[in-house]
């Protein structure tokens, strides 16, 4: 089977970098980047990632509006938030998102990130 692609999705090109690298030690393809929510929208479009790991802290618009207009397309990507927080701090916002679940910065590995994929809970489930 396949490895899904990737849309990463962070206003911090250091950031971003470091998850392309991470993702590609661990064979996931990455189709783009942006840095802004509505960038994110717009790429989403024109690649078709199978998921769009998304910031929930960007300049425009926030990651839980960006997964809104996400999840509403015809064909959505699942959608992994991220952030330096807790998802305690986000509470309910976080299921009321509709990703499929938040992973915060420091416990982002290719191991979380591919049992939050195949169900686990190893990630937070949404």
Do not use: C, N, W
Not at 55 to 72: H, K
Not at 90 to 100: D, E, F, K, P, V
Not at 108 to 124: F, Q, V
């Amino acid at each position: 089977m396949a490895q899904p692609t990737f849309l990463i999705v962070d206003d911090h090109e250091a950031f971003r970098a470091a998850v392309r690298g991470l993702l590609g030690r661990r064979g996931f393809p990455v189709v783009g980047e942006s840095a802004t929510g509505l960038g994110a929208i717009e790429a989403a479009d024109r690649l078709r990632p199978d998921v769009v790991l998304l910031d929930v802290q960007l300049p425009d618009i926030d990651g839980f509006e960006t997964a809104r207009v996400l999840l509403a397309t015809p064909a959505p990507p699942a959608v992994v938030l991220v952030s330096t927080r807790e998802a305690a701090d986000y509470g309910a916002r976080i299921r009321a998102s509709g990703a499929l679940g938040f992973i915060t910065k420091s416990r982002l590995s290719g191991d979380t990130l591919s049992a939050l994929l195949r169900g686990s809970t190893e990630g937070e489930r949404a």
